[in-house]
């Protein structure tokens, strides 16, 4: 399943987010296949894994770059980082732990994370970025 197609509303014009953007939604396709395919739980957690860790490596290079922009934004968009982590990460603890877990509601997490924070706060950072001419 191809749940995230990577299309021209997904692209932030900085070229370095939106290669970590690219990465990450080629897991959550990933993922999303392997999840309504049944195949078998350690995969699924193996990618949930594989996930926080391109996530957590990507944020850090996204808060490097706001840190010498000296965006003031910084505060809002580390909180955003922080609650897809915690999200993403108790949605694994759930589903490692073998209780009842709604594939769907990983997607909405995910859902969620690419409206509020590609489309909307990591755009705002990279018109940002292009204004101060800071790549």
Request: one cysteine or more; proline letters at 1%.
């Amino acid at each position: 399943m191809k749940w995230i197609k990577w299309e021209d509303k997904l692209i932030t014009g900085h070229a370095g987010m939106d290669h970590g953007h690219e990465g990450l939604i080629d897991l959550i396709n990933q993922l999303a296949d392997a999840m309504e395919n049944n195949k078998p739980k350690e995969l699924c957690s193996n990618l949930l894994e594989q996930f926080v860790e391109h996530t957590r490596t990507h944020f850090v290079a996204e808060e490097q770059l706001m840190d010498r922009l000296r965006y003031p934004k910084l505060a809002e968009h580390k909180a955003l980082h922080a609650m897809l982590i915690k999200d993403v990460l108790t949605f694994k603890a759930v589903y490692d732990a073998g209780a009842s877990t709604e594939f769907m509601t990983l997607l909405v997490i995910l859902d969620t994370w690419m409206n509020r924070d590609i489309m909307g706060a990591d755009k705002a950072l990279a018109d940002f970025a292009a204004a101060t001419s800071v790549t």
